[in-house]
Structure formats: C-alpha cells, structure tokens
C-alpha cells in the first residue's frame, strides 16, 4: 500500500478546523443555488471550482466573506455543516472538534436558538448516517472586539449545545492583545469548557505565553512561532500541550515562507506534542489527508510514524475516555492492517 492509500483509510481525528472555511465547492454550490439571483457566487460546480481559485489572500479574504454572506439562515447553517461532515467521512475523519463562529451567524439576523438547533441536527445526524463525531469549539472573532466576546459567551453558555466542547479565539492576532479576554476565558472555563486558543501564528512567541497565561490554553491554535523561545518550547513539551499544526495553511497566509521552513520538526525534535490539521482546507486547496502527507513528507516519515501522529490527535482531543480507546485501536488495527477486535 502507498504511503498516500494508508493516511486517506487511517481513522482520523481532527482538531483544527474551521466550520464555514471548511465549506467546500460542492457545500458551497449548495448554498449559492438556494440563493440564486442574490449571490455572485456561483451555483455551477465547475465555475464555482475557478471562483475557489485565489490570486491572493485578498482574494481569499473576498471569497470567505462571499461565503459567509450565503449563510443566512438556519437551513444554511444545518445544510453547511452536514456537507463538512460530509467532506470528513469521505476521508475518514471520524472526530473533529469544528471551530464555529457563532457570532457571524447571530450578527447576520439568525437567532442563536435557531442556530444551535442547526448545528446540533446535523451533529446527530452526521454521527448516526455518516459516523462522523463532531464537537464544537465556539470562537470569538477577534477582530471584532469585546463585543463579540460578550455574545459569544453568552451562546455558549446560556444556549449551551450539547456537541459544544471548548472556547476558542480566532482572527488576527496583530493589533489585538489576548490578555483582555481573559474574563470571557475564566467564565467559559468555570462553566467546563476547555480552552483552545489561536496563538503564535502571525505574532511571535509571547502571544502564546498571553494564551497560556490569561487565557488557560490547554491546547494552541497554530503556535507555530512558539519555536523562537526556548523557553517556550521547554514548557510546552513539560506541561504536553498539545500543538494545532497546519502546514498549508501557514503557508497561504504567509506566515512560514516556504513548505521546507516549517518549523514542525524542530517541533517535533524538542518533543512537544504535534498534531496535524487543516484549518480552512478547500479554501487552502487542501484537505486533512493531503496534511498528513505533506507532515510525513517534511519529517520523512512511514505508516506508524503518521500512525503516531494520527494517535496524537486522539489523545489530545476531548472525547470521553471509551471515545479515545476505540479510536485508538482502529488505527492500531489499520497499521496492522487488519480490522480491530470486537
Ligand atoms: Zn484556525
């Protein structure tokens, strides 16, 4: 079996990814003819393949919020996540914890109790007609102020989902200092959700320091500027904090120049734990299988070397303990390349 047949059949975690970036062509083709007449996006799959072609981040940028913009009620928000759910058993991800920002949707017109009935159908169907398990981690939009904390802590606890796991902060970190919504983090975390803050991808290693510190983080979006502080590395290998690492996502937006840059193997060799991940991935041209094989590409890796990075990202989610053993042991029977134990 090719390296590129074991990682698309592995059971796959994902930890890493983004719920309207994860929309693909087809998802979003969906929307666009529900739409039809009040959207410049495309309906054809084939025209819409060349709109997903981006000149630049700008352009990136654009066709995000084009997508964005197509999420105008609740029927859009159950027929987007199902499709991602979709698109992740077509790979054999059987687990994601799906970054949602719920308070795009709600500044948008659609009510968050209609919003969460959205997500938590399709989470309960994708589970039973697709075995996909999803969880949420609702984010606030950094970008978008201490406002958009209020509301997004207000969702998430008041109108707790049941799929909703952990509390996240997404945006630009440039310009947008992480210690002020430390609040909004010890309110989340008080009420039992985890921490999982974006840190150290377009700012240097002391924004990861501001997420560990203020924020609680148990586990880091990106970090991927954590490896200019040996300090930093010292203490995120000791304290096993998990590490969001998404290559090609990195690499679109600039934040590592070139693939053979990256800085996961330093990462690696310090020992931190390193998990594998796809961001906005058909709007990076990628997918989580195409992650793996650029990760196993850059560490040089064989079947158990991704195998180890496949159980990485079991071991640092936040399924239940039974969630994490099963998982665990389909992609031990994968790389023994037999069917696990009944
Ligand atoms: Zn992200």
């Not at 105008?72 to 199902?82: G, K, M, Q």
């Not at 802590?153 to 200092?177: K, N, Q, T």
Request: a negative charge.
């Amino acid at each position: 079996m090719s390296l590129r047949a074991f990682i698309a059949g592995m059971p796959k975690a994902e930890l890493h990814v983004h719920h309207v970036g994860s929309a693909s062509p087809q998802v979003v083709a969906g929307l666009a003819a529900r739409h039809e007449g009040r959207t410049s996006v495309p309906a054809d799959p084939e025209a819409l393949a060349k709109y997903f072609e981006f000149t630049d981040f700008a352009h990136f940028i654009e066709v995000y919020l084009s997508v964005v913009d197509l999420i105008r009620d609740a029927e859009d928000v159950r027929a987007l996540t199902y499709g991602v759910a979709q698109d992740m058993a077509r790979q054999n991800i059987r687990y994601a914890e799906l970054t949602v920002t719920p308070y795009s949707s709600v500044k948008r017109g659609i009510p968050g109790e209609a919003f969460m009935e959205a997500i938590e159908d399709a989470r309960v169907a994708a589970e039973k007609e697709l075995g996909v398990t999803l969880r949420w981690c609702f984010d606030i939009p950094g970008e978008a102020g201490l406002e958009s904390a209020e509301v997004t802590e207000r969702l998430a606890l008041d109108l707790r989902p049941d799929g909703l796991v952990s509390f996240g902060l997404g945006g630009p970190e440039i310009g947008v200092p992480r210690p002020q919504f430390q609040p909004f983090f010890d309110r989340a975390r008080a009420a039992g959700l985890h921490s999982v803050p974006h840190a150290g991808e377009s700012t240097g290693p002391e924004t990861v320091w501001d997420a560990l510190r203020f924020l609680g983080a148990e586990r880091i979006g990106h970090g991927t500027q954590s490896v200019g502080d040996p300090a930093l590395m010292d203490h995120l290998g000791e304290h096993r904090i998990p590490l969001e690492v998404c290559p090609t996502s990195n690499i679109a937006t600039r934040v590592v120049t070139r693939m053979e840059e990256h800085p996961i193997r330093q990462m690696v060799d310090a020992g931190l734990v390193v998990t594998v991940n796809s961001d906005d991935p058909p709007m990076f041209g990628t997918d989580l299988n195409r992650e793996y094989e650029v990760v196993a590409d850059l560490l040089g890796l064989d079947e158990a070397g991704v195998a180890e990075l496949a159980r990485n990202a079991v071991r640092s989610s936040f399924m239940e303990d039974g969630g994490k053993t099963r998982l665990l042991a389909e992609i031990d029977a994968h790389l023994a390349g037999g069917l696990p134990e009944a």
